[in-house]
């Protein structure tokens, strides 16, 4: 059974730097892509950024020049370095992977602040 497990998550100041990892495990033949989304309340989940088997990356406008996604789909990770983070990052940031024969996968989410 696919298991995606993220952590680091917190509380940071504005313009303070967070990353996030996740893991994925169990049963995995092939990861065609890892990304990560975020939530608040209200409103849709929307993608921050997402990575391909290729290297291939894709960011939401909105944090352009300020997170970067890395990883290697081969060992099943993906981080998500965060910088000058403000408040309206503020979120909580779910792990999301395409496994096998191109099932979604979903992390339990883990918590981002921003506030001083």
């Known amino acids: 059974q696919v298991q995606l497990v993220e952590s680091g998550g917190g509380l940071v100041q504005p313009g303070g730097s967070l990353t996030l990892s996740c893991a994925a495990s169990?049963?995995?033949?092939?990861?065609?892509?890892m990304g990560w989304y975020r939530q608040v309340p209200g409103k849709q989940r929307e993608l921050v950024a997402d990575?391909?088997?290729?290297?291939?990356?894709n960011y939401a406008d909105s944090v352009k020049g300020r997170f970067t996604i890395s990883g290697d789909l081969a060992k099943n990770t993906v981080y998500l370095q965060m910088n000058s983070l403000k408040p309206e990052d503020t979120a909580v940031y779910y792990c999301?992977?395409?496994?096998?024969?191109?099932?979604?996968?979903w992390g339990q989410g883990t918590q981002v602040t921003v506030s001083s």
């Open positions: 999301n992977a395409e496994i096998n024969w191109g099932s979604l996968y």
């Open positions: 169990g049963g995995i033949f092939r990861i065609y892509a």
């Open positions: 990575i391909r088997s290729g290297g291939a990356t």
